[in-house]
């Protein structure tokens, strides 16, 4: 019976081409883009979850509460060691730091075992609180010894040339050699870790002092501890447990800490710690059931469309005997079929586009998660819910036909489905596209707001170079007089870390002048000499820039710490001492700089200061003439290559930066505008089959209308008309949603552009125009036509 049911459905769909082309094309852009987000879907969910005892996995988090409560993926440094020995809730405890962009030098030569690489110096017990295996299938990882690490497949094949490396050593910056003592297999890209590189915790002191060191005073984010806890732990009795610790280690601070315990199953979704915020993912499946939802319009309409035509066809088939669950049974099979050819295609067409979204999203899929068992599920859930739904509604509309009235041609409209129901599902399909569109120019122009914004410093014409750490002064200023003697260097600076781009942030606790506390709030210390001001552009408004000295002694900050102080005027800054850091850092202000935004706009502008130490610096900024940009870039070059012949040359564009700071933007925007044109197509698929049963319906009319004196542009207005005024009502239904939508995505940002009403106009006329375009051709087709031709037409 099913066999019969399909064999008769692929010859009526041979018969009408170009409507069954129309829904098999549409239906398979939608399974292309639905294929594509679920492939994402699942490899976001699947983060994290392969792990022997995930579920007693945790992180140790902290809440710092001062002015406002700041969220860090982390703790102190000594936290690790008094939760492993003073309390009984975990079976392994283990910290792991990351440094990125060390060098590694296997004395393999340059083209092969020279590189920068992420390092992670990792407690022992980490990799017994983590499954990863080693290469020979052993968990019997090895770093209790210092000097010793772990590396996996793929950095000893970059280092090497071959896994056969146990035993083998390379230099760590060029300063510290260290043995290999077992290779790891490839970590999967589900997994928080994105670095190769393991070495023993016990050299973190020739690399990181604070977070090799036991104490309380600070975090740094570079840090994070792990727990195996013991089975059956209540978290909530231990969160309460630990909030006796900042009571007893931090008793004078300002800055309060709060410990909790983060499940290794969230970290992938906690926005707060840093993690992917889940509103994402159903964003990404709601507009994954668009597309479905749109295609599935496109084909009830045009399946209730042709039914007008077949009615006939059914007049005959019930005359000879078929009943209506034949007759619905029937169109139900034409639609799986179609339903089935647009779901191969479909899945060609994701295969096409798989590279492009993987680059797009930084991850990778690839064929071989269309053979798991639930990708495959998924296609049969949703080749059966849309053969279906888009099915179902057709076919019990022509299974209700009256033969009599069908054989004699006097069916209306609302005996096949009628114009109402066509017309509220194109208000829905035009809707959706017109909410995609209104969206899309909104998170553009939020990006090109925040990356084109007067960000009180320049970035237009810097370029970043890293230097090796803790140069002697008289070393770098040498280094530096070489590069100013370079014609398109303007201005060279050595500095901790750029404004903007929040790389390197330090925050820290601060002091003001005679006040016996310590501030509520923390202070960001941007370390640079005496050119990081002129080199930047960052204009003073009150005082001088600070003198050079061997000491940190005198320092700048901006107008947000006067305010924060709830000083009248900059001016009352200027002589007044400091404490920061713990008192480590002690000097006078001498300067108040304007206010630059040294984050993105997502976060406020914060109090900073600026001051000289030389064993902070990292990086060195060129200010640089954008005239003659190439022959610049290879002079730094070389004069870097002569003073670090060991090291590796990397140099960014300070604008680069800052634009990374929104790469999560940028995906949103790219994704939107491309399943913006998929809905759009689809959309424009589904009108054309539309227009195509009007055309042919109201052929008659266009004769008659001709003949008296109707001329193209009266026809072609009569077709978009109707349309137009659909599009109208979407409008009215698109904007309001849309408008909140997009207003919710722009509370995440301090600094936001605003929404203006021209967005909803220019996607609603952005529609019409569409529309215009997608009907015109054959419209203008019939309008052209002789009337004699038109009126001879059955």
């Known amino acids: 019976m099913l066999k019969n049911y ?20 549409g239906l398979a852009i939608g399974f292309g883009g639905s294929i594509l987000i679920y492939l994402f879907l699942s490899y976001h969910l699947s983060f994290d979850n392969f792990h022997t005892n995930s579920d007693r996995i945790y992180r140790m988090v902290t809440e710092e509460h001062r002015d406002f409560v700041e969220y860090d993926p982390s703790v102190p440094p000594a936290f690790a060691k008094t939760f492993r020995e003073e309390y009984e809730y975990a079976e392994k405890v283990a910290k792991i730091v990351f440094e990125d962009g060390l060098v590694l030098n296997s004395n393999k030569g340059k083209e092969i075992g020279r590189f920068k690489e992420e390092v992670a110096f990792v407690e022992e017990d980490f990799f017994k609180i983590f499954n990863f295996p080693l290469l020979n299938g052993s968990n019997a990882v090895s770093l209790s010894a210092p000097n010793t690490a772990i590396i996996t497949e793929e950095i000893a094949q970059k280092m090497y040339g071959t896994t056969e490396v146990v ?11 260290i043995q290999i003592t077992g290779v790891l297999k490839n970590l999967p890209k589900t997994t928080f870790l994105k670095t190769g590189v393991f070495v023993s915790f016990q050299n973190l002191m020739d690399f990181f002092e604070f977070a090799a060191t036991e104490n309380w005073n600070g975090i740094t984010t570079n840090l994070q501890c792990f727990a195996l806890l013991k089975p059956n732990q209540n978290i909530d009795h231990i969160e309460t447990a630990l909030l006796e610790l900042p009571k007893k280690h931090r008793p004078t601070t300002k800055n309060k800490h709060i410990y909790k315990l983060q499940a290794l199953s969230t970290m992938h979704f906690d926005p707060l710690y840093g993690g992917l915020d889940p509103v994402l993912l159903w964003v990404f499946g709601i507009i994954g059931l668009f597309l479905i939802a749109i295609a599935s319009i496109n084909f009830i309409n045009i399946s209730t469309a042709q039914a007008f035509y077949r009615s006939k066809e059914i007049g005959v088939r019930k005359v000879l005997g078929s009943f209506k669950h034949h007759l619905f049974w029937q169109f139900l099979s034409e639609t799986f079929v179609i339903s089935l050819l647009a779901t191969l295609i479909g899945i060609g067409l994701a295969l096409l586009f798989l590279s492009s979204f993987n680059d797009l999203f930084q991850i990778e899929l690839s064929v071989y998660h269309l053979l798991d068992i639930r990708f495959i599920a998924f296609l049969i859930i949703i080749l059966a819910v849309v053969s279906f739904l888009s099915g179902s509604y057709p076919g019990i509309l022509m299974s209700r036909i009256v033969p009599v009235l069908a054989l004699k041609g006097k069916l209306s409209h609302n005996d096949t489905g009628g114009n109402t129901t066509r017309k509220v599902l194109v208000v829905a399909q035009f809707a959706i596209s017109i909410t995609l569109i209104a969206a899309t120019l909104i998170i553009s122009r939020q990006i090109d707001y925040a990356v084109n914004s007067d960000l009180g410093f320049n970035k237009e014409s810097i370029v970043m170079v890293d230097i090796p750490s803790e140069m002697e002064p008289v070393q770098l200023q040498g280094l530096k007089d070489r590069f100013n003697q370079i014609p398109g260097i303007q201005n060279t600076t050595a500095c901790l870390s750029s404004p903007g781009g929040a790389n390197s942030s330090w925050g820290t606790s601060i002091k003001y002048h005679n006040r016996p506390e310590p501030e509520e709030f923390s202070i960001e210390l941007k370390a640079g000499d005496t050119d990081f001001i002129d080199a930047f552009d960052i204009p003073l408004v009150a005082g001088r820039n600070f003198f050079k000295n061997d000491s940190l002694s005198e320092v700048l900050v901006n107008e947000k710490f006067a305010q924060k102080l709830g000083l009248a005027s900059p001016e009352e800054l200027l002589g007044k001492k400091i404490e920061a850091s713990g008192g480590s850092v002690k000097a006078t202000i001498v300067g108040v700089v304007k206010n630059f935004h040294n984050a993105d706009f997502t976060e406020e502008i914060n109090p900073v200061f600026i001051g000289a130490k030389n064993s902070w610096y990292s990086e060195l900024a060129f200010k640089i003439n954008l005239n003659n940009t190439k022959v610049t870039l290879d002079q730094i070059e070389r004069v870097w290559a002569e003073t670090f012949p060991d090291y590796i040359y990397e140099y960014h564009f300070l604008d680069e930066r800052v634009a990374e700071q929104y790469e999560a933007e940028q995906r949103y925007l790219t994704l939107s505008k491309v ?11 589904g009108l054309y089959g539309l227009i195509l049963f009007f055309v042919g319906l109201r052929t008659k009319e266009i004769g008659i209308r001709k003949v008296l004196g109707s001329n193209v542009g009266n026809i072609l207005a009569l077709f978009t008309a109707d349309f137009f005024k659909l599009i109208l009502i979407a409008g009215v239904f698109a904007t309001p949603i849309a408008w909140y939508l997009m207003e919710q995505w722009l509370q995440g940002y301090t600094y936001r552009t605003e929404i203006h009403w021209w967005m909803f106009v220019l996607a609603i006329v952005s529609i019409m125009i569409i529309t215009l375009i997608t009907i015109s051709y054959q419209t203008l087709k019939v309008a052209i036509a002789s009337p004699v031709k038109s009126l001879r037409t059955e």
Not at 6 to 25: E, G, Q
């Open 167 to 177: 035993g083998e050593t390379f230099v760590l910056e060029n300063d510290k050699t």
């Open 675 to 685: 399943f913006s044109a998929l809905a759009i197509l689809i959309g424009c698929l």
């Open 6 to 25: 399909i064999r008769i459905a692929w010859r009526n769909l041979i018969k009408r081409k170009v409507f069954t082309a129309i829904n098999i094309l």
